[in-house]
């Protein structure tokens, strides 16, 4: 489940990079600040995604 999180945060990540930096899904017909607000958000999200996975701690064993 760990490496699907990881996974998840990285593809996030990737496609808000190249919608904000390459013409790869040809969304010329957006306005240029609605790419830049997907792009950051997407961008953010999939740092929160990895962070938050990085950073999660293990499940306490509940019969103690």
Known sequence: MKYLAYATGTVFLVLG???????????????????????????????????ATFFKKPPRDEKE
């Open 17 to 51: 990079v190249l919608i904000l930096f390459t013409n790869v899904f040809r969304m010329d017909q957006l306005p240029y600040q609605f790419k830049l607000m997907m792009g950051v958000v997407l961008s953010l999200y999939g740092i929160f995604r990895l962070l």
